[in-house]
């Protein structure tokens, strides 16, 4: 077994335009103080990492990873959630989503979805520059207008839309093969990946792409009502990223799942700043202690009631406490006895 890597901050709920949060030495300097180890770096944000001179130049990358290492501080995965969601926008989101994209190619839904392919390549290579082997983003959403069956669902529609998801991103999810790195998509409502089923409907549409991986993010699924320590029994050969990150559902008589249009903070379900929330993950890392999770556990800051900075630095002290340095040796050793074929034999009288 192994100890999984931890704790990561995902810095892009604490960029801004003052310091420490506007440059990446700033941000690493702070964290570092925090005690994270590792941060997950957003590509969308040229100031603080430019994905353009990562993919191309390998003297950058390195550049940047001895900036953070000044901090005690690696690099645990970059993000492209921006753009994976582009990569896929329903009609119905098109305006919705067009800031997500440079200026030169909103309004140009051909255009967006080309530069946002390209931009999700261009993450693998600077992945492999950075001797990354973890990707995380989102999947882009087709049939997110009709998950819920009314008018009755339309099993040709659902095909079509998961047919046409695949088709784009199978030649990323090569490209990311290419240069040894794995696609984790975070299951999120709103993306068409958004729960196991979906996931599963997915992997097979692009016939098991061994670098199509599940980004594992509890409190989605907590806010789903899907059993999130099962699932890590179900999928853990996939998942190759952990977003730590909590929430809480509060059953009420006015308003469920689908959030009645509120305000975070008044929704029956809503995400909270690290124990606050009810997410067991005393299980949950357990379980990924018990399946050898490769990788980081990275903090996604993200309440409707606490101040972000105070966020972090309990979310710092939460994962830290909750790693399970894993044993080297069992429990029972000291009372091991013969092993051989002959004892084996004896002790069932044969």
């Known amino acids: 077994m192994q100890t999984l890597k931890g704790p990561g901050l995902f810095i892009s709920q604490f960029i801004d335009s003052t310091a420490p949060f506007n440059t990446l030495e700033g941000l690493a300097e702070w964290a570092a103080g925090l005690g994270f180890k590792a941060l997950q770096i957003p590509c969308n944000h040229p100031h603080i990492f430019d994905l353009n001179k990562a993919a191309e130049s390998k003297t950058y990358c390195d550049e940047i990873s001895g900036k953070l290492k000044e901090h005690g501080l690696v690099i645990s995965e970059l993000s492209t959630h921006l753009e994976g969601q582009l990569v896929a926008v329903h009609p119905a989101y098109d305006l919705a989503f067009n800031d997500f994209a440079p200026a030169e190619v909103r309004h140009d839904a051909g255009a967006r979805k080309k530069w946002a392919i390209s931009a999700l390549k261009k993450a693998a290579k600077a992945s492999a520059h950075l001797d990354l082997k973890a990707h995380a983003t989102f999947s882009g959403a087709l049939a997110w207008p009709y998950f819920y ?175 399970i340095p894993v044993a080297q040796r069992a429990f029972d050793d000291f009372a091991v006895t013969d092993e051989s074929d002959d004892t084996a034999r004896k002790m069932l009288g044969l």
Do not use: M
Not at 264 to 293: E, P, T
């Open 149 to 323: 069956p009314w008018p009755p669902r339309k099993e040709p529609l659902i095909n079509a839309a998961f047919e046409e998801l695949a088709a784009r991103w199978r030649p990323i999810l090569d490209e990311f093969d290419k240069h040894g790195v794995d696609v984790c998509y975070e299951l999120h409502p709103g993306e068409d990946l958004h729960d196991g089923v979906s996931f599963e409907r997915f992997l097979a549409a692009v016939n098991n792409h061994p670098r199509c991986n599940i980004l594992f993010d509890p409190s989605h699924l907590r806010l789903q009502h899907i059993d999130y320590v099962d699932f890590i029994d179900a999928y853990h050969e996939r998942i190759k990223a952990f977003h730590v990150k909590d929430a809480e559902f509060t059953s009420t008589a006015k308003s469920g799942v689908y959030g009645g249009y509120q305000a975070w903070v008044d929704r029956a379900g809503r995400f909270r700043s690290l124990g606050d929330g009810d997410i067991n993950f005393a299980a949950i890392f357990s379980k990924l202690a018990q399946y050898n999770y490769p990788g980081w556990a990275v903090l996604e800051w993200e309440c409707c009631l606490k101040e972000s900075e105070q966020g972090a630095r309990e979310g710092a002290q939460f994962i830290s406490s909750h790693i």
